[in-house]
């Protein structure tokens, strides 16, 4: 006989801000990576910036949409 194993727990999607996010962080990394290898700093400033600026969007996100699960969660009772 085969024991009954244990439902797997639900994936959690990820929102679409939150995939912008690290793809705006990987595509600053890699102009980040090329500004330094062809001595373009003015390259390597831009791709920091959309570095930052993907870091700071992914966090938001993630913070206000966990707030928003919360909530859902606390209205259902």
């Known amino acids: 006989m085969v024991a009954n194993k244990?439902?797997?727990p639900k994936k959690r999607k990820m929102a679409g801000p939150l995939?912008?996010?690290?793809a705006l962080m990987i595509l600053?990394?890699?102009?980040?990576?090329?500004?330094s290898l062809y001595g373009r700093e003015s390259l390597?400033?831009?791709g920091f910036i959309?570095?930052?600026?993907g870091f700071f969007l992914?966090?938001?996100?993630?913070y206000?949409?966990?707030?928003?699960?919360k909530?859902?969660?606390?209205n259902r009772r």
């Open 19 to 22: 995939r912008a996010g690290i």
């Open 28 to 35: 600053g990394a890699i102009l980040v990576g090329f500004g």
């Open 44 to 46: 390597s400033i831009y």
């Open 6 to 8: 244990a439902p797997k």
């Open 58 to 62: 992914y966090f938001v996100s993630y």
């Open 64 to 69: 206000y949409l966990d707030r928003l699960q």
């Open 71 to 74: 909530q859902k969660t606390n």
């Open 50 to 53: 959309v570095v930052v600026s």
